[in-house]
């Protein structure tokens, strides 16, 4: 178990540009959640998936971003032409279904976004 | 809506208790979490509590849970210089598919 892995752990980007972020789940960990941390708040719900289906997303989930879970394993977070107010942490969280209702969340060390 | 409400800071003195509190709103939720999150790190899972428990301790960690007042708090015994990070509170209602509701977090800071 290497727990959640999160790449990169920091981007710096202008403004208008095409970011993409990375999370590997704990090994066979079939739920996997994106979070939204920005300074002095907790974490924000951005999307769920089980397995490769997204199930939940989030209002916070504007157009411009999209997550995919292509075989059920990684995912990747895209934003499309980035803003200032994109600026954030993006946590990544994977959980197991089927220990029953108690699936703790175990996060990555997440990804530091600063749009310029 | 769910809304979890912490204070924001707490300071203590090396070998004191700290308490951090926690009020939340949704009395369907059926877990609440606390986690740990050090600066420029992830969040750590400390603990958690049934909601159809009062109470639960684990090593110098005690979690105590009012149910009726939707009150929950974190005890850390004999608090060290290494437990001063930022602790979050967190709900998991009973509607949602796994989904967590976190607090602002509350900064400990524990001063030697």
């Known amino acids: 178990d290497t727990g959640v892995s999160q790449n990169p752990r920091h981007k710096i980007t202008k403004r208008g540009q095409n970011v993409t972020f990375r999370c590997d789940p704990i090994?066979?960990?079939?739920?996997l959640y994106w979070y939204r941390q920005t300074l002095g708040q907790g974490p924000e719900f951005l999307t769920y998936?089980?397995?490769?289906?997204?199930?939940?997303k989030s209002r916070l989930l504007s157009d411009r971003f999209s997550a995919e879970r292509p075989k059920g394993s990684f995912s990747t977070l895209e934003i499309q032409r980035t803003e200032q107010g994109d600026s954030a942490m993006y946590l990544c969280?994977?959980?197991?279904f089927g220990q029953g209702d108690n699936s703790p969340l175990h996060f990555g060390n997440g990804t530091r976004l600063t749009v310029t | 809506g769910e809304d979890v409400e912490q204070s924001l800071f707490l300071s203590v003195r090396e070998g004191d208790s700290s308490v951090i509190n926690c009020t939340y709103t949704d009395s369907s939720s059926t877990y609440l979490y606390w986690y740990k999150q050090e600066p420029g790190a992830g969040l750590q899972l400390l603990t958690y509590?049934?909601?159809?428990?009062d109470m639960k301790q684990d090593q110098r960690l005690t979690v105590l849970l009012n149910k009726k007042d939707k009150h929950l708090s974190l005890r850390i015994a004999d608090t060290q210089t290494g437990d001063s990070a930022i602790y979050f509170c967190a709900e998991k209602p009973g509607s949602t598919l796994g989904r967590l509701y976190f607090g602002r977090g509350t900064q400990l800071t524990v001063w030697p």
């Open positions: 509590i049934f909601s159809n428990m």
């Open positions: 090994s066979e960990h079939n739920r």
């Open positions: 998936f089980q397995n490769e289906a997204q199930l939940e």
């Open positions: 969280a994977s959980s197991s």
